[in-house]
C-alpha cells in the first residue's frame, strides 16, 4: 500500500472522555482523503493527532499507532517542529499573521533562520503560484495580508503551509467561511495541490467531500464507521449508518 | 474557471463516442451480412456486441458516480442523464445487430429467396437514422436530430411494406414461407433500430435544449 500516513487501533481521551474508539485510517499518498461525520463524531480530533497539534490541549491521553513514512510520530525522539513542518496545516477560518504578504509566506523559512533574499524571494513566488495567487499579489507583496478578501487570505495560508514543503497538508474545514465561489476555488486548488502533496480534510460538507476527495472517512461517535474509495462510500456505503448519513437521513 | 469536473464529463463523452461508433458499426455489417451474404461480417458482430456490453458497464459506473459525488446541475447533469439513456439504447442497438445476424445466418445456409424488393432500402434509412442520431448526440445538433425524428415514420411505413410484400410472396410460395418469415423478422428488427434511433434524438434534444420532445410534447 502506498501509504503517507497509517493510523492504528488510535485511542484518544479528553481526561475521561474517550473521543476516539480504535480508529484506523490509511491516508494514500498524494491523493485526498476526507473525513466526515455530524458534530462531535471526532474527525477534527483524528486530524489534528496526524501532526500532533492535540499535543497542546490540557489532559489529552493517546494509545495506539500513527506512522508518517513508516515512523512512529508520537516516538520519544520525534521532532515534532520538525513533524509540522512536513505535515502542515490550514484552519477552518483564514488565520494570516498581522505581516505583509511576503512576511507571512516567509515566515516559516525566517523562524528557520533562512535569511537569504534571494532563497526568500524564490519561495515567495513558487509558493503564491502553487496557491493560485501570484499573478494577483505579485505587485502588492507588501501590503498587509489583513487587507486581502477572505477567500485570498485562506489561499495565502495555504502558500503558507507550501513554503516550508511540507509532504502532507491537513486541512481543517477549510471553505467553512467562504462563499461558493470562493470554496469552487479552494476546491480546485486542493485537486491541483494533490498532484505534489498528501492531503487530508476534515469537512462538514459532505457534497465537497463527494466532490474532491479520492478516499472518505464516515465517523461516528468516536469510531471510523466506514473508510473507502470516495466512490464507494457515496454510490453503494457498506454500513447502513453510512447510507443514512450520506443520504441525508441523519438525524 | 476550468473545473476537474469538465475533464470527466469529457472523459464519459469520449466513452460514449467509442460506444456510438461501435453500435453504428454494428448495424451497418449486420446490414452488409445480410445483403451480401457474407459470414465473416456476422462474426465481425459478435465481437464486437462483446465490447458493447463491456462499455455499458463502463458508461453507467461512470453516470452513477458523476452524479454521486458531483451533484450536477442544468445542462451537466441532462448531459449525463441524456448519457445514460443514450448508453441504454446503443446496447440495445447492438442486440437488434445481433438479432439481424442471427436471420442473415439462418438465410446464407439457404438459396437466396428473391431480390430483396424494398427491404434494402429500409436498411438503408435506419442506418442512416442511427449514423445522424449518433452525430446529433455527440456533437449537440438539435436540427439534425429533429430530422431524424422527421424519419421514423417512413421507416414504419417502409415496415409495413415489406411485411406486406413478403406475406404475399409467402401465399403464393409456401416453400418460401421459413425465408419469409426471417426477413420480417428483420424488418421487425430495422424497424426497431429506427425506434432507438429516435430515442437518441430525442435525447439529444433535451440534453442541448432542455425540452421533453417525447410523445409529441415540447
Redesign the interface.
Known sequence: MDCAITVRDLDLYYGTFQALKKVPLDVMRHRITALIGPSGCGKSTLLRTLNRMNDLVPGVRIQGQILLEGRDIYAADMDVCALRKRVGMVFQRPNPFPLSIRDNVTFGLRVAGQTDRDVQDEVVEQSLKGAWLWDQLKDQLNRSALELPMDQQQRLCVARVLAVEPEVILMDEPCSALDPIATARIEELMLDLKTRYTIVIVTHNMQQAARISDYSGYMLLGDMVEFGATSGVFTSPKDKRTQDYVSGRYG | ?????DEELQALKLQLMKMSALAEAMISEAVKALMDRDPSRVQTVYEREKEVNHLQVVIDEMC??LI????PAAGDLRFILGAAKTNSDLERLADLAVNIVDEAKELMEQPPLKPFGILPRMAILARTMVRDSLHAFVNREPGKAREVLLRDDELDQLKRDVTAELTDYMSRDPSAVSRGLALVLVARNLERVGDHATNIAENTIFVVEGRDVRHHGG
Open positions: 474557471m476550468q473545473r476537474h469536473f452513477l458516480t454521486a459525488l458531483h451533484q
